[in-house]
């Protein structure tokens, strides 16, 4: 509430100095030169002074006056300053009675009377019924009196009373011309008086124009005097309303709308307009200070000032004159200026698409120069500014600019349409009022447009009537009688003069206007859209180039961790082939692929040469591979795709043994298997770490289910098992591979991966699609950062630290849901060891054994990750070993974790 109260103050101070700025504008534009009156007889004078006057003159003439004829007082500065009057003489006595139209607007077709006596000395007694207002200030020997009274008896007492004061033997009454070169006389002394107090300046012409200082203070003046006279029309206490015909009204209605065309066109000074500028951005800057913080305003007032300059070089472009940038505080910013001629509605669509469109291509260019990655942060959000201000700027409403192009190249055709058009703007505009934060003003804005609607309907059925008349637009003159003439109706006898008279200003313009056609629609569309044809390329850029940037910038922090992809193994001539895994390796590889061209399921006996191959190559002391085998067309697919798939050729021949319960071969193909993995290890890069982590996890599985069975495994057997469940390797394993398993995630990678690099316009279109995607950028900074945060974990996991176990929500993070799978594995390591030892000491003594009779330390007997304790529990003719499962895949809440048991059954040897 107190916000309402204060913008409903600042708007009621600015709409006080906007209207005394706009007067002021005005009374600059008036000039003043030395007028010259010109005697005219009675049946020279026009008609309509005539008829407006008649009513002073009957009264005057009888009280003893007759009508001696009339001037024309002519201003050499313009023509429409021209004004007339009625000169009357009292037969008895020297006075004259002038008597003139009101200059005012507000009472057009009104006249005021003044009677004047010369003395022998030059002094002249003045007595008005009301102020001349076209005098600045009065000159030295008149003796002016203002009574301000519609009574002609009242007016002449008063003169009559002044006149003896004065004395009856120095009065002179001139005949017309005489008394004409007396008004002349009289202008121009007070025209020399207003220079001399420098209430006006001159040039070396002799014309003179008002000063600011003397302008803003008449302005003021003249606020308060209508404000006062629209008070006194309201309690019905006008002075003399003239009865006029339509004829002559018009004609009255035609000068003052000549008069308020010369003072439009009136021109402040460079400097006043520069000091009016700076006021208004001062104003403008302060309340968008109190209403946002210091950048947002800055960043705002840029934006704004290269909106408007937009505006003001198109208006400059097409002849606009007199342009004038000007804040408002609450509502933005406004170009202004003067136009002489009539422009055809694409140039007005360009003026107004010159205001949003620099903006919004330049937001454009900033925001891809931004998404590089080493622009400050001021100039992206001086890219979003522009954007945001200027897209919004061309939403379809009045009277933002997208309403205004829409008004010019469619609803101008039809102007009750073009109502409806006004209503569903109003209606956007209170919902967005109501809707966003900050912007209040759209919800004033749009109830003062709900209620000019049925001005507006007026208004549009007053251009339909016209548009008849004159179908093609034509010259100004008798479009604005016309006007006039129909503004002499009944519905609009509430409106006041002054807004009759600018309302037929604007709806002149709009009929002279050719109508737009279909070229123009074309044209307004393609102007409107071009932001969405040119801008969508810059937007995808910018989007590309950001998600580039901030990959780059996730690699750069994973770089300086120290964690980098490994490129592929290459092969070394030092190692001998009968040493060497990788060549049965290859050789078991190369049957696969052979198996794969021909499409064909493998036959038994190719599927034992196979196995046969992998189990000659776990027997080998070494792996180097020599050709590399798999998709490795870059550093980064290599790690995210490894070659361990063959080992599960061994695994899936173990899980068929133990089915036709040969658990002894099922065992020994499953050490087989691990033996094969521990040697892969060596070739860094070669091994996936999730191929790994899954075939060793199939390997244990496949030996606990022998063991469980109750095989009895040979001695050289057992002691490789033993070897197998030793931690170190499988760690330093680890340390390296998981962290870069977790790099080679990233999704675009990936994606290239499986689109390949075949030049496919499909691939293409998709890779595209991925690069543009902020989603599968978002995911591949991830990636890598769950790979740098993996390393730091599995640095301290090498040096023995490891890390503090999460809960549910911490395991959705890639990074510790890994480490804690490793954790399960290394805990499976150690339930193998700790079952060896069981089923030794069970076979030496015949009885069951106990966790503490086995002699092992506290750590083979928890959990590396949880730190819990290993659990054993008799279960019938087995010994059950038993941990909590340190990973949770989908955690059901943050609070409770329902984690999977991971137990390894040991047979107890018959007492």
């Not at 009675?97 to 003045?126: H, M, V």
């Not at 629609?521 to 969405?532: E, S």
């Not at 038994?604 to 000659?616: A, D």
């Not at 050490?671 to 899954?694: C, T, V």
Request: charged share 20%; proline share 5%; glycine share 8%.
């Amino acid at each position: 509430m107190t916000t309402w109260i204060i913008i409903l103050l600042s708007l009621w101070s600015l709409f006080w100095v906007v209207r005394v700025l706009f007067v002021t504008r005005l009374l600059m534009g008036l000039e003043f030169c030395r007028t010259s009156v010109k005697v005219l007889a009675a049946a020279d004078i026009p008609p309509h002074i005539q008829e407006a006057t008649k009513p002073w003159v009957t009264q005057l003439e009888g009280l003893g006056f007759r009508c001696l004829g009339g001037w024309k007082l002519h201003s050499t500065t313009n023509a429409a300053f021209d004004d007339y009057a009625v000169v009357l003489e009292r037969a008895n006595q020297p006075i004259r009675a002038i008597i003139q139209p009101y200059e005012e607007s507000a009472r057009s077709g009104e006249c005021w009377a003044s009677l004047r006596t010369t003395k022998a000395d030059g002094t002249e007694i003045f007595t008005a019924s009301h102020a001349p207002e076209e005098l600045l200030a009065l000159a030295p020997g008149m003796e002016v009196e203002v009574l301000h009274t519609a009574s002609p008896e009242e007016l002449l007492q008063r003169h009559l009373a002044r006149v003896l004061t004065a004395g009856p033997d120095c009065w002179l009454c001139p005949d017309l011309p005489s008394a004409a070169v007396r008004e002349e006389h009289v202008r121009d002394a007070t025209l020399g008086y207003a220079y001399g107090v420098k209430a006006l300046s001159a040039t070396d012409a002799g014309v003179y124009s008002y000063r600011v200082s003397a302008a803003l203070r008449r302005a003021v003046a003249l606020i308060r005097r209508a404000a006062h006279l629209k008070k006194n029309q309201r309690k019905g206490q006008r002075s003399v309303i003239s009865t006029l015909s339509p004829e002559s009204q018009l004609e009255f209605d035609l000068h003052q709308y000549r008069q308020q065309g010369a003072l439009r066109r009136g021109r402040f000074s460079l400097k006043a307009k520069t000091a009016i500028t700076c006021l208004s951005f001062l104003g403008f800057a302060g309340v968008l200070a109190w209403q946002y913080s210091f950048v947002v305003a800055v960043t705002l007032i840029v934006a704004l000032i290269i909106h408007e300059c937009g505006h003001l070089l198109g208006m400059r472009w097409f002849g606009y004159r007199d342009t004038q940038l000007l804040f408002v505080p609450f509502f933005g910013g406004a170009a202004v200026g003067h136009d002489e001629k009539v422009l055809s509605p694409w140039k007005h669509i360009v003026i107004i698409l010159l205001g949003p469109m620099p903006g919004i291509f330049l937001g454009l260019v900033l925001l891809v120069y931004a998404s590089g990655g080493n622009a400050p942060a001021w100039i992206n959000q001086v890219a979003i500014t522009l954007l945001a201000l200027n897209v919004f700027n061309l939403l379809p409403i009045l009277p933002l600019d997208g309403g205004q192009v829409v008004d010019f190249a469619v609803a101008s055709r039809f102007p009750r349409v073009r109502v409806f058009f006004l209503a569903i703007s109003a209606v956007v505009m209170v919902l967005l009022g109501q809707g966003i934060n900050g912007a209040k003003i759209l919800f004033g804005l749009g109830i003062a447009t709900l209620i000019r609607l049925p001005v507006e309907w007026r208004l549009a059925g007053l251009r339909r009537t016209v548009r008849e008349q004159f179908p093609d637009g034509g010259e100004e003159e008798p479009i604005v009688r016309s006007l006039a003439l129909e503004m002499r109706e009944p519905e609009w006898k509430k409106t006041s003069v002054a807004q009759r008279l600018q309302l037929i200003r604007g709806l002149q313009q709009v009929l002279r206007m050719p109508r737009p056609g279909v070229g123009t629609m074309c044209f307004a569309l393609a102007g409107f859209t071009a932001p969405l044809w040119f801008g969508t390329p810059l937007a995808l850029w910018a989007v590309v180039r950001q998600g580039e940037a901030r990959v780059h910038e996730a690699y750069a922090r994973a770089e300086a961790a120290g964690l980098t992809v490994l490129p592929p193994p290459a092969a070394s001539a030092e190692v001998k082939p009968e040493d060497n895994a990788a060549v049965p390796y290859e050789q078991a590889a190369a049957l696969v692929r052979e198996d794969a061209e021909e499409g064909e399921a493998s036959d038994t006996p190719q599927k034992e040469q196979i196995v046969s191959l992998l189990r000659s190559a776990a027997q080998k002391s070494v792996f180097v591979p020599s050709v590399p085998v798999g998709p490795a067309k870059s550093h980064r697919n290599w790690a995210g795709w490894g070659n361990g798939g063959l080992v599960g050729h061994l695994t899936t021949a173990a899980t068929e043994r133990l089915r036709y319960q040969e658990g002894a071969e099922a065992a020994a193909l499953a050490i087989d298997a691990l033996k094969l993995l521990r040697l892969m290890q060596s070739a860094p890069g070669y091994l996936n770490w999730h191929e790994y982590q899954f075939l060793a996890q199939s390997g244990w599985t496949v030996i606990e289910e022998s063991l469980a069975s109750g095989v009895k495994l040979a001695p050289d057997k057992l002691a490789e098992l033993r070897l197998l469940c030793t931690e170190q390797p499988d760690i330093t394993f680890a340390a390296a591979a998981l962290p870069r398993a977790l790099l080679a995630q990233s999704g675009v990678e990936r994606g290239d991966a499986l689109l390949g690099d075949e030049g496919e316009h499909t691939g293409r279109f998709l890779r595209l699609m991925q690069r543009v995607n902020p989603v599968w950028t978002r995911l591949q900074v991830e990636s890598i950062d769950q790979a740098i945060l993996a390393r730091s974990f599995m640095d301290g996991i090498v040096h023995g630290e490891w890390p503090k176990a999460a809960g549910a929500a911490d395991l959705r993070s890639q990074a510790m849901l890994n480490v804690a799978k490793f954790g399960d594995a290394i805990a499976r390591q150690r339930q193998a060891k700790v079952a060896l030892r069981l089923l030794e000491q069970s076979r030496q003594s015949g009885t069951r054994a106990t966790l503490l009779s086995l002699g092992a330390s506290q750590t083979e007997l928890s959990h590396p990750y949880t730190r819990e304790p290993m659990t054993l529990v008799h279960r019938g003719s087995l010994d059950v070993l038993g941990f909590a499962s340190g990973s949770v895949q989908a955690p059901a809440s943050e609070d409770y974790v329902d984690r999977a048991a991971l137990v390894w059954r040991v047979p107890v040897a018959q007492r």
